[in-house]
């Protein structure tokens, strides 16, 4: 009997011991997977501490379009098969305005702001007191099937630019 309570009580404390692992490698409470270099590997990384990022508030909107993914669709590919859906992008904007916005899930491009957004983002970075500053927002990557060819694209969670 004695050996039973052993076994048992060792079995509860692997238990326990799973359980509050796990919880600390959750993902993000807003429900993002953050995405990290080589979708798992940190060697090489260009990440900034999180610190230095700013991060954009979440709206739940995921309509605003990335441009130039068809190019990256590989790297897409493979953070969707690692990531799922949803994930975080991050943006990579001069401090300059009228440079290209190039768009980032971990050390991976996948994009760019199409030019008029591209300086609508900048001047916004600016007003925010954050020009050139790099910054993060959720991200959702979507699939398309269209006469037999698929596609596949990201959509960033930014309120629209006014024009």
């Not at 009997?1 to 011991?17: K, Y």
């Not at 990384?45 to 990256?72: C, K, M, N």
């Not at 957004?117 to 970075?125: G, M, V, Y």
């Amino acid at each position: 009997m004695s050996e039973l309570v052993v076994v048992l009580v060792g079995v509860c404390a692997v238990l326990v011991l799973w359980r509050l692992a796990r919880t600390r490698g959750a993902a993000p409470e807003d429900g993002y997977a953050l995405a990290v270099s080589d979708f798992g590997s940190n060697a090489g990384s260009r990440a900034q501490p999180a610190a230095e990022l700013y991060h954009w508030q979440a709206l739940g909107r995921f309509d605003f379009p990335v441009i130039d993914t068809e190019r990256h669709r590989a790297v897409l590919q493979a953070a969707l098969a690692q990531l799922g859906p949803m994930c975080m992008a991050t943006l990579h904007a001069p401090k300059e305005v009228g440079g290209r916005v190039e768009v980032r899930v971990g050390d991976h491009r996948v994009g760019f702001l199409s030019d008029g957004d591209a300086s609508r983002f900048q001047r916004r970075l600016a007003y925010e007191s954050r020009p050139g500053q790099t910054s993060q927002c959720g991200a959702r990557i979507v699939t398309h099937t269209e006469g037999g060819r698929q596609s596949i694209t990201i959509l960033l969670d930014l309120k629209p630019f006014r024009h």
